[in-house]
């Protein structure tokens, strides 16, 4: 039998590559699927030599295939994404019987194209000012009409309908609820000085960017909701309201970020990294009030869409020309005259201080995501750079122009009132547990190296806690300043509108259960070992000084880890911390901490403890926990 002759048909860069082609003009399968350049012609290119032409012409067509690669894996995540958040409207009505608050979840988005096009036909027109902070706000990257206020492309009247019931004043008051009690309650410890412009940053933020403008009020309406169903005297109708109004604020946000997501998927980061680090302040934002508000479900998708943001983001922008991270480069970049100063004299812009918040809650959202999740943190490769202080023998090997940016630009206790590297030592424990159950799975695990990595790690941990143990006791002694800095002092964002407990406690606290988990990784669930006693009982006695039993809110991890390792003589003292906490305990993730205490204590007498570790009991209740 007479087989087919080969084609001679087919475009030249499958030729190149010696890939079959298809012939599909313009553009062939193959190379329509990898997005690199088609080309079909009767005369052989210039390159197509046989020799050092077609050789080079090789190379550089791998390195196209690797990067777009890398721009497809991103583009495929996103879209993953926005179609999983399509999942999440039914969650949003559970609570909700109303009609209008469905009716916005379940309506379709728009098309990237259908928003282009209304846009540019309403430019033409005369169209009045978007409601509430926008209209004190012009800015050209936002839309004439903002999709809530179409009648058409798949919005409809039930979003005119739930738009038309926030007024511009309602909206302001939502804002501002939001920026006075809200934010501050979800970061008490970050207090940005007098000098650092303060949270301004945030308002400009909420003024920019819709999606995290509509999250931040639906939290105002959930904590609104919630404070005025503990009121006796509240009118049934006000606290009705106010959840309905939760409700459509979290499917506008929804709507919002999926819109986000198509035009950053559409145009890329490496050209767009104002707008991309909106976004992915947009996700954080998201997940933290899906936290917040006790509907945790969901907070892997996000995680996993902000981390790869943020590695497209440092990727693309923060790597020198001598192949070094620098986020100062990545800063400078959002600045306002980039590359003409560094902000050592200067105040951070907008963009800047957005990208080093949400960038420093993300390492901590991913740090213990990785110790319920079983693998190493997701931005493990940056964590060294943004948390860490080189060393004198690493700053020698740098160009003299980099030197200068070479100090961490994150700082962890500022944000979250933890120090940088007790972050670093969980994120550190969590990879080492990682390797274990993955060396154990292929038979190959040695306990030798297992010790030898957790000593290491152990000894940083002792290391870091001395010296932090002396700058506290230095700092303590230091006394009052007086004349101009004591000015400077007064406005150093030190103050409290709340009662909370200090950052060196909280980081205490933080480091002593940090050491029970890597005993745990180390020898196995035995929470009547010596070591791990001491460690609980210590952690114990710092959690009693704290001054009330709200402070937990901001040690759920730590609460949770000492409470599952807790002696059965001690579960009583975890149940009246919890109990102390009042009416506080429905916001965050305290209340799923707890039972996982407490399912963890039930499941204490079947005996069977070899499979057991923290990452078992954070997944105890069928889901991965994230506890913050």
Not at 328 to 333: A, N, T
Not at 403 to 416: A, D, F, R
């Amino acid at each position: 039998m007479a087989t087919k002759p080969r084609s001679s048909g087919g475009c030249w860069t499958c030729r190149l590559r010696r890939k079959k082609c298809d012939e599909e003009r313009p553009l062939c399968k193959g190379c329509l699927a990898l997005e690199i350049d088609c080309l079909y012609g009767e005369d052989k290119p210039e390159w197509m030599d046989g020799a050092e032409k077609q050789k080079q012409k090789v190379a550089w067509l791998k390195k196209q295939v690797k990067r777009k690669a890398t721009h497809r894996r991103e583009r495929r995540y996103l879209q993953g994404l926005e179609v999983r958040l399509e999942s999440l409207d039914a969650s949003l009505t559970d609570d909700s019987d109303t009609v209008a608050s469905r009716d916005l979840i379940n309506a379709a988005p728009m098309s990237v194209d259908t928003v282009d096009s209304s846009t540019s036909s309403a430019g033409t027109k005369n169209s009045t000012p978007t409601s509430g902070l926008d209209g004190a706000v012009t800015d050209s990257s936002l839309p004439a009409l903002s999709p809530d206020e179409h009648s058409g492309g798949g919005f409809g009247l039930p979003l005119l309908n739930a738009q038309a019931k926030l007024s511009q004043e309602a909206e302001a008051h939502s804002t501002m609820m939001y920026l006075d009690y809200v934010f501050p309650f979800l970061f008490p410890f970050y207090r940005p000085s007098f000098a650092d412009v303060g949270r301004g940053w945030l308002l400009v933020l909420l003024t920019k960017n819709k999606a995290l403008f509509h999250s931040a009020l639906s939290l105002a309406g959930y904590f609104y909701a919630i404070v005025l169903g503990l009121t006796r005297d509240a009118p049934s109708q006000c606290r009705t309201h106010n959840l309905e109004t939760l409700h459509e604020q979290q499917g506008l946000a929804l709507r919002w970020l999926q819109r986000e997501m198509q035009d950053i998927i559409t145009r890329g980061v490496k050209g767009n990294l104002a707008d991309a680090n909106r976004v992915m302040a947009s996700i954080i934002q998201l997940m933290t009030c899906d936290v917040a508000i006790a509907k945790p479900a969901n907070w892997t998708m996000h995680l996993g869409a902000a981390t790869e943001l943020f590695n497209e983001i440092m990727k693309h922008h923060a790597i020198t020309e001598s192949g070094h991270t620098c986020f100062m480069i990545v800063l400078l970049q959002l600045g306002s005259r980039p590359f003409a100063w560094t902000p050592k004299n200067h105040p951070w812009g907008s963009d800047q201080a957005i990208l080093r918040f949400f960038a420093a809650h993300l390492l901590f959202l991913d740090t213990l995501a990785s110790t319920a999740l079983q693998q190493p943190p997701r931005l493990q490769q940056w964590r060294q750079h943004l948390l860490q202080s080189l060393d004198e023998e690493a700053r020698k090997h740098l160009p003299d122009s980099e030197k200068e940016h070479t100090i961490p630009h994150i700082n962890l206790v500022g944000v979250v009132g933890v120090e940088n590297w007790v972050i670093i030592s969980i994120g550190e424990i969590a990879a080492l547990d990682s390797w274990k159950k993955e060396m154990k799975r292929l038979g190959s695990l040695s306990v030798a190296e297992l010790v030898a990595r957790a000593s290491a790690i152990e000894q940083r941990i002792r290391l870091s806690f001395q010296e932090f143990e002396e700058a506290c006791a230095e700092q303590d002694g230091s006394g009052s300043v007086d004349g101009p800095q004591h000015l400077l002092q007064y406005f150093a964002g030190s103050f409290s509108p709340t009662t909370m407990h200090g950052t060196a406690l909280n980081t205490r606290i933080w480091a002593h259960a940090t050491i029970s988990y890597l005993n745990i990784v180390v020898s196995g669930w035995q929470p009547s070992s010596p070591e791990i006693r001491v460690s609980v009982t210590q952690t114990i006695e710092m959690l009693l000084s704290l001054p009330t039993h709200d402070c937990l809110r901001t040690l759920v991890w730590p609460f949770t880890v000492t409470g599952c390792l807790a002696a059965p003589d001690q579960e009583q003292i975890f149940r009246d911390m919890f109990a102390g906490m009042g009416p506080l305990r429905v916001f965050g993730a305290t209340t799923q901490g707890f039972a996982i205490m407490e399912k963890v204590w039930k499941l204490r007498a079947d005996g069977n403890q070899d499979q057991w570790d923290i990452a078992a009991c954070l997944n105890c209740l069928g889901q991965p926990a994230l506890l913050i």
